[in-house]
């Protein structure tokens, strides 16, 4: 699965492609190569659910919230928030496994209303995004820094719920 593709030639081997904002910066697939989620919805592909809301619609860019559920796994992915979602969203997310949320600050969500975001999921992973240097983000969290990793493997036995652990992703 890919998440906001910067180009084409990521898709090489993806089943699922979810794009987080419209209009996208990136072109959509060719047939049968993926199959492209870009709006909210529901969606089940090869035993993967995503669900999709809106986050609203800014600079006539909409923006969706999708949590994808994958082998009991809970992946909240906020995508390119620049406003703390509505209540009506929050009802959906709680309680992630896997929380990936931007961290960087303007123009998305601030350090601060992310972080108390974060606060109120409660998830076993945060992974801050479009950010080159989450440390004000991780100063909101009162965490230390968290030292950058190529990628992230894992398990639902290696998931503590609650646990709030830091990965941050070396962005490519």
Known sequence: MLIDPTNGRSFRGATVVVNTTLPSSTEAPKENECFWIEHQGEYEVQGIRIDGWSAGNEDETEKTI?????????????????KEPAQSIWEHLEHP???IIPAGGKPWISPAAAA????QAEPSVIIPSLTSDPKLFLKELNKPSSPKEEKFVFKKKDL?????????????
């Open 116 to 119: 108390k975001f974060v606060r």
């Open 97 to 99: 496994d896997v929380l």
């Open 66 to 82: 999708y949590r994808i559920l994958f082998e009991d796994i809970s992946i909240v992915v906020m995508g390119h928030l620049s």
């Open 160 to 172: 503590i719920p609650g646990a709030m652990t830091i990965k941050c992703l070396e962005s490519k």
